[in-house]
């Protein structure tokens, strides 16, 4: 992307100017990359998960968010920037991780089955915060009431295990889709977690826009420029929520994910609805 012109002793831009600059598809085709972008920020939220279970949370939860934010620019904003700054996009193989082919073009020739290794760390780590998400919400949920109660019963180790099976059942599930629809395999499996995130992130932000003002005791580390910060957040990610259900690669995903969700919201009115007139009877 970066080039030398002759007679000159610095480095410019012009092989990038050559190449199109910025946005040489069109503007339009960020909306694409925030597809992955949603996907690939998943699973953020369960900091907060892990909030019951921390000890002097208010000390400890404020590094962990600092951290994490400084792990997002190591390991995602520094290293987009260097393989921008090597290799030009339309230079990029799709079949090759454009990490291996910065590494390859620095002489590391066994760099794809260093590459690889990390890919497949990344992903079991993946899987097992998925795993542990998934099961302490079904727990919590069963036991407020919002989900059934067999999924909030303990084992011996105090591990959720109702939850965890389901969890397993439905992540074993999901796997076999490889086999069902393998050449849309992978844009599906970045749809429905990427919609997912977004329903999650906006409810997060939603109900501190709505209940922080009710917090019997505000904790000591609180949101930069609330309650602006909240409802900027709220448009841009249900904008993002917007363009993926009008693309039409989303369809068949979105409409799935859409779909569980009305029946879920179908199932929350019915339920509190019954449980309200109890109440009040």
């Known amino acids: 992307m970066f080039g030398i012109i002759p007679g000159s002793d610095a480095p410019l831009l012009h092989n990038f100017t050559n190449n199109g600059g910025f946005f040489p598809n069109g503007w ?3 909306f694409s990359a925030l597809l992955v972008v949603m996907f690939s920020y998943g699973g953020s939220e369960l900091i907060g998960l892990t909030l019951s279970e921390t000890q002097d949370a208010e000390k400890v939860l404020p590094r962990v968010v600092k951290s994490f934010i400084l792990r997002v620019i190591l390991f995602y904003t520094l290293p987009i920037l260097i393989i921008c700054g090597l290799i030009p996009w339309n230079s990029l193989n799709e079949h090759t991780s454009p990490f291996v082919q910065v590494l390859t073009s620095a002489g590391l020739q066994g760099a794809a089955h260093i590459i690889n290794f990390i890919l497949i760390t990344a992903v079991l780590s993946a899987a097992n915060s998925g795993i542990y998400g998934a099961t302490r919400m079904l727990h919590s949920m069963a ?22 099976k389901l969890s397993a059942i439905v992540l074993v599930a999901g796997s076999m889709i490889a086999y069902i629809t393998q050449d849309g395999l992978f844009r599906l499996l970045m749809a429905v977690p990427g919609f997912v995130v977004i329903l999650v992130w906006v409810s997060i932000c939603m109900a501190q826009f709505k209940l922080r003002k009710n917090y019997p005791h505000e904790p000591s580390f609180k949101v930069w420029g609330y309650p602006y910060i909240t409802l900027i957040t709220i448009f841009c990610l249900s904008l993002i929520a917007l363009m993926f259900i009008f693309d039409a690669r989303n369809r068949i995903s979105i409409g799935v994910c859409l779909g569980v969700l009305f029946i879920l919201i179908i199932y929350a009115f019915i339920k509190f609805r019954t449980s309200n007139k109890r109440t009040n009877s």
């Open 28 to 30: 339009t085709a960020i």
């Open 143 to 164: 036991k407020d009431g919002e989900a059934p109660a067999a999924l909030g019963r303990l084992s011996q180790r105090g591990v959720p295990i109702n939850s965890l």
